[in-house]
Nanobody, 126 residues
Framework: QVQLVESGGGLVQAGGSLRLSCAAS????????MGWFRQAPGEEREFVAS????????VYADSVKGRFTISRDNAKNTVYLQMNSLKPEDTAVYYC???????????????????WGQGTQATVSS
């Protein structure tokens, strides 16, 4: 059974940092493109960042470019999202997602990803 578990969310002041982790079991993450998405209250889920199987291709949403860094440690079967210079508008539930093995998502759409975590809340106060 595939399971993705996010951690590292919390409450932080504007300008602060959080580091999210996504640990996987039941699947070898090195075979998957990994993505981070977020959903704020009353808003649709949106793409945040993605990283290819080997880490050579990384994509960011314009809203987080220069502030967030996605990385992966395939030996630990874990993906990270380092979030710096946080803004109140970054407040959301953050989800990690994995593509099915050896599939490269063709867009930033959530339906390109097969496995999802339960989410972790990140709240940025002004």
């Amino acid at each position: 059974q595939v399971q993705l578990v996010e951690s590292g969310g919390g409450l932080v002041q504007a300008g602060g940092s959080l580091r999210l982790s996504c640990a996987a079991s039941g699947v070898t993450l090195s075979a998957s493109t990994m993505g981070w998405f977020r959903q704020a209250p009353g808003e649709e889920r949106e793409f945040v960042a993605s990283i290819s199987r080997t880490g050579t291709t990384i994509v960011y949403a314009d809203s987080v470019k220069g502030r967030f860094t996605i990385s992966r440690d395939n030996a630990k079967n874990t993906v990270y999202l380092q979030m710096n210079s946080l803004k109140p508008e970054d407040t959301a539930v953050y989800y990690c997602a994995a593509s099915r093995p050896y599939y490269s998502p063709r867009s930033r759409a959530g339906h390109e990803y097969t496995y999802w975590g339960q989410g972790t809340q990140a709240t940025v106060s002004s």
